[in-house]
């Protein structure tokens, strides 16, 4: 194994310490650099693209796991990816700085650091936050994460129990909380999820003991079971007929209104000539030239957005007059799901018969 130390106490005589680094190569350390607070007689590491533990410009799976005697680590410039496990179990690693060049971070990195207490990605490219990527890192209390960043994989974060906060304030791209995501982070108190968000996956904030408050928006399509399991006291934020007011309301949990937006919660699609078959799908026949309105119906009455759209999957068999008529074009058959712009997913179904006239 070869990587470059350098002594905090060495570092604390100078600003910049120098020493020779892998191949003969100066290494330059500054003794102020951010995100490595190094206490008296605690080494500094530095890890650079030379280093036996990489690969190109990629640390390799389990390059540095079960180095129990990393405390404070520097990543150079050009490191693109920290691959699988690659500092897993690393107990006593307290700092880590990640440079802008990283784009990858993979499964695992930095799972069972115990010690880790920070986590600057800011600087980096990374788009996701691989699973178990920070699981059990009890002692982690701040995250900030990259402007990129469109997914929280399934239990990146499981079992920090020390977050107390996570700004998702720079997360302009977050879409996807996964599976189990914070489950067990029993010191977190309040998380306020960005509108770009539209997957929160099943018990993504599981046993979260001592969350108090969190915001969902009314972007969200897609919501888990169990997402808040164990989280008694919380007070959920959002949308009314969202997602997240369902749940609030099935699970008896304290529900706050963030706008004057409420959503429809139901949509259905009628007409006398409506026929079901053996499956209970809503069917209709007409004949070419033919037109018929269909009576669509949303709830509740007060929705503030009672718009909707028809979503055939055929283009040309029918078309559709805003309020509500359809008429046969030519023959075929089409399927049509009736969708509710202020809803959350939210939708009827029939299907369509055209007959030669």
Known sequence: MKFNKVNAWLMA???????VGVNGLPLYVDASQPGVESTANEETVIIDILSDELDGTEIKEEGFQNQYELKNVILQEGITVIGKSAFFNCISMKNIVVPSTVKNIAQGAFQNCTSLEKIDLSKTSVTEISEETFRNCRNLREVILPEGITAIQANAFQGC???????????????????????????????????????????????CLGLQSITFPGSISEFGLAVLEGAEDVTVKGVVNSYAYDYA???????????????????????????????????????????????????????????????????????????????????????????AEGGVNKTDYIEINVRQA
């Not at 005589?13 to 020493?19: G, K, M, P």
């Not at 977050?163 to 599976?179: D, Q, T, V, Y």
């Open 13 to 19: 005589v100078s600003l910049t310490a120098t020493t």
């Open 161 to 207: 129990g020390a977050l107390e906060n996570i700004n998702f304030s720079s997360a302009k791209s977050l879409k996807k909380i996964g599976s189990g995501a914070f489950s067990n982070c029993i010191s977190l108190r309040e998380v306020v999820l960005p509108e770009t968000v539209t997957t929160v996956a099943g018990g993504a904030f599981a046993n």
């Open 249 to 339: 309301m099935k699970k008896n949990l304290n529900f706050e209104a963030i706008s004057d937006e409420i959503l429809v919660s139901d949509i259905k699609v009628s007409n006398d000539h409506i026929t079901y078959n053996k499956e209970n799908i809503k069917r209709i026949t007409l004949k070419t030239g033919e037109s018929t309105p269909l009576n669509v119906a949303l709830a509740p009455a007060n929705a503030t957005n009672r718009r909707f759209n028809w979503e055939p999957d055929k283009e040309g068999v029918v078309s559709f007059a805003e309020d509500g008529t359809i008429t046969g074009l030519q023959r075929g058959f089409v399927s049509v799901f009736v969708r």
